[in-house]
């Protein structure tokens, strides 16, 4: 395989990237990676150009990594963004893009306005490439279209002559102007003796107009008569038709994740000392600042408001579809929406410290990474070029003796028939869009791989609280002494409680809904055992409830309150007075919603489910008898966690763990595959392959099905681009298929890639009542 090797200091340096080399420069598209203070390294972000099959992706790879200072190089063909991981100390960002421009591709740094206003300029220069070759392939046609319908003989030579030759007139501006990324990048390839798709297509290109314009230019030669300006159109109009759509197709399958990546406005209204609004650049804002946000637009921080109501969207970034309203001084979060009115908030935290930087940075960290799929198909792209390079040579060498201009004919739809691009987004292509399906319902993956991953797991293990529960308590049941009633035991409780900030209190008082009307005194708490007080004769109602109770009133544990314990095993809180019990509050941790159908629409799939949890037997017991879990195991540390977990690995078991994000770290690492449901979880310490932002267990059955799903695509992208190419190429190899023709097929095999990947841009519905040990099976 051929590969490029250059010295730095050969090419000079554009003047305007030496600028980036300032750290307050390039901290707006890096930051500092790693724990050792001794060896800094950074990573940055740049988008690319010039990219269009997988070779390219490995050509800047291995040529960045050649470089002194650099410590990986990642690049995505399909996000066109490479992410570098570089020491400040041996090398500078001005040093890597000009290696990158050295190797034929542009860079710059990955600002999302700035790769818009460049996404722009380049639409509207394929645009007109696009354009000039469908009007001059028309045009082409039209003077083409009389040797169709006629034989031999019937039109004159000197007619036949004069209509090819505005037929190559015709042809220039496409081989000039819409055909010139294609050579230019050829050349490239040439220079740097390496290899992409544009080489074999720019050969093909230059075969067919050099065998054209001979026989144009002297017809009676060894090069035949036969002119072929119109297949050379019809294939590149084809071809720029190909990418236009691909690019809008690929849009399309990123929809979500482009639209949560570029929420964030260019500039916002701060507030000046004296009062008065100036609208600024969002890179000059600072913690602190009071800013005016307006109907319709998104909050470029998160901040706390300081005047006026409203409510938010939030829905690409927590995947609640419903506007939450927001009061005086509620936090808002950046990138949710406005819906509500005008309102001014003061900014708490910036750019990556925000819960849209995290997400965003996510977002980003997993579209550069390449799936297990994606990096066979990079490895296998070269090699097969240079294969259709030596078939086509082969081709021509075996037709030249019978007639020259059908052997380069023939090598010429050798060269475009191919195309690897296809088995190169095979994978990319459908797993991004599932992404981005993921992310329209609040979840967000770490790794692409992880698809593959969730899509063939046979096992799956729930951690209990944060993950099928939730964090807070309910209040089960009430029992109370005669002549009290529910209503007026727990009010008395709640009296007590809302001087407490124990959770069981919160809970108590939560219940209860509502300040209490009673008064306290002599207020005590014993951290860990209960609060009491007495009750202060200073209204009608607290003189009813004196005629109630005697003394002084305790809330707590049965020791505390001086009861005998009622030996129920489930949690209990008591409340008391002078003459002993009053009442007692059974608590257990609030099931979420859909748990026990999410574990039945599991179930139904062929899953197997198991609960590990550190709680007592009666309390796990309790919540499996309530969701329908049959295996469980309680009081588990996480050592034992592991321990069960890589036990079910050794049988052979494809484990997804759910957990709460945080607290299950060492086991949800250790897993095939794992899931993060803690709502609110700091996403830079979910060790997980998934994370629910909202915590909707419900959405497990959902997120398994549609990887099944993404696989089921991958595959039918990868057999149609290994079919296509092994039907294509024989028979172009034998002459049956023309350079039109293989020009067709080439633009059309990369658009049945992309356009059937763009079927997982919704979520799938769980595959409930099919058997997954068949289903795989199958």
Aim: net charge neutral; charged share 15%; proline share 4%.
């Amino acid at each position: 395989m051929l590969t490029s090797t250059f010295a730095v200091d050969e090419t000079p340096q554009n003047p305007a990237w030496t600028i980036l080399d300032n750290q307050d420069q390039w901290q707006s598209f890096s930051q500092l990676v790693g724990n050792d203070p001794e060896k800094v390294l950074v990573q940055s972000s740049l988008l690319l150009e010039g990219l269009h099959c997988a070779a390219c992706s490995g050509i800047i790879e291995h040529g960045l990594q050649s470089l002194p200072g650099i410590v990986s190089a990642r690049v995505s063909m399909s996000k066109k963004r490479a992410v570098v991981i570089w020491s400040p100390s041996l090398t500078m960002p001005s040093t890597i893009l000009n290696a990158i421009h050295k190797l034929g591709y542009s860079a710059s740094p990955a600002s999302h306005n700035e790769n818009q206003l460049n996404a722009t300029t380049k639409n509207r220069d394929s645009f007109w490439r696009w354009m000039v070759a469908g009007f001059c392939m028309m045009q082409v046609m039209m003077y083409a279209s009389p040797s169709y319908f006629s034989k031999s003989g019937d039109i004159e030579s000197d007619i036949s002559h004069l209509l090819n030759w505005a037929s190559w007139l015709l042809s220039l501006p496409v081989i000039l102007f819409s055909s010139r990324t294609f050579f230019s990048n050829a050349w490239r390839d040439l220079r740097l003796k390496q290899i992409s798709m544009d080489l074999p297509v720019a050969l093909g290109i230059g075969i067919t107009f050099i065998v054209s314009s001979a026989a144009t230019f002297e017809p009676n030669s060894w090069w035949g008569h036969t002119v072929y300006f119109d297949s050379l159109t019809m294939f590149v109009f084809f071809l720029l038709s190909a990418r236009l759509i691909e690019v809008k197709l690929h849009s399309k399958t990123l929809g979500a994740l482009e639209s949560l990546v570029s929420r964030i406005p260019e500039n916002t209204e701060r507030q000046n000392l004296d009062g008065s609004y100036q609208r600024i650049l969002n890179s000059q804002l600072k913690v602190g600042d009071i800013v005016r946000v307006h109907l319709g637009e998104a909050f470029p921080a998160d901040g706390e408001l300081v005047l006026g109501n409203t409510s938010v969207d939030e829905s690409l970034l927590t995947g609640e579809a419903t506007p939450i309203n927001k009061q005086l001084y509620d936090s808002v979060i950046a990138g949710s929406y406005n819906l509500g009115a005008t309102v001014s908030i003061e900014l708490k935290s910036l750019g990556e410290a925000t819960q849209y930087g995290q997400i965003v940075k996510l977002i980003n960290q997993a579209a550069i990474e390449k799936p297990r799929l994606s990096q066979l198909a990079d490895r296998i792209a070269r090699p097969f070029l240079f294969f259709v390079i030596l078939s086509a040579g082969l081709a021509a060498s075996l037709l030249w003796g019978v007639d020259r201009g059908r052997a380069l004919m023939t090598a010429a739809a050798v060269l475009i028939v191919t195309c690897p691009c296809a088995l190169s987004l095979a994978t990319p292509a459908a797993m991004l869009a599932s992404a981005s399906a993921f992310v329209k319902r609040g979840i967000l993956i770490r790794r692409l791989q992880a698809i593959e991953g969730i899509a063939g797991v046979d096992y799956v293990i729930f951690d209990k609280t944060g993950t099928l529960t939730e964090h807070h308590i309910q209040i089960k049941a009430i029992t109370h002494k005669e002549g009290l009633t529910e209503g007026s035991a727990l009010a008395l409780a709640a009296a007590l409680a809302q001087h407490s900030q124990h959770p069981i209190s919160r809970a108590i008082f939560n219940t209860h809904g509502q300040d209490s009307s009673l008064v306290l005194e002599a207020i005590e708490e014993v951290v860990g055992s209960g609060i009491s007080a007495n009750l202060k004769p200073t209204s009608t109602q607290t003189t009813h409830y004196l005629g109630l109770v005697s003394g002084r009133l305790k809330l707590g544990s049965a020791k505390f309150c001086g009861i005998a314990p009622s030996g129920e095993l489930s949690q209990q809180v008591f409340l008391s007075d002078a003459h002993g019990w009053l009442a007692t509050f059974s608590l257990q941790e609030a099931t979420k919603p859909h748990a026990a159908q999410t574990i039945k629409q599991l179930q139904t799939m062929g899953l197997n489910i198991e609960l590990l949890s550190g709680d007592l037997l009666h309390t796990v017991q309790s919540l499996c008898l309530e969701i329908g879990i049959t295996k469980f195991a309680a009081a588990c540390n996480p050592q034992d966690k592991l321990l069960r977990l890589n036990a079910l690995k050794l049988q052979g078991k494809k484990v997804l763990m759910v957990g709460d994000g945080l607290n299950d770290g060492p086991i949800l690492a250790s897993a095939n595959v794992s899931i993060a449901m803690g709502k609110g979880v700091p996403l830079t310490l979910a060790h997980a392959d998934y994370i629910f932002l909202n915590g909707d267990i419900s959405q497990i059955p959902h997120l398994i099905s549609h990887a099944q799903k993404t696989m089921q695509v991958i595959k039918q992208n990868i057999a149609w681009a290994i079919i296509y190419n092994l039907v294509s190429i024989p028979l172009a190899f034998t002459g049956v298929l023309s350079a039109w023709l293989a020009g067709l097929g080439m633009a059309l095999s990369s658009l049945i890639v992309v356009a059937n990947a763009l079927r997982l841009t919704q979520f799938s519905s769980p595959l409930v009542g099919t058997n997954l040990s068949a289903k795989k099976a199958d």
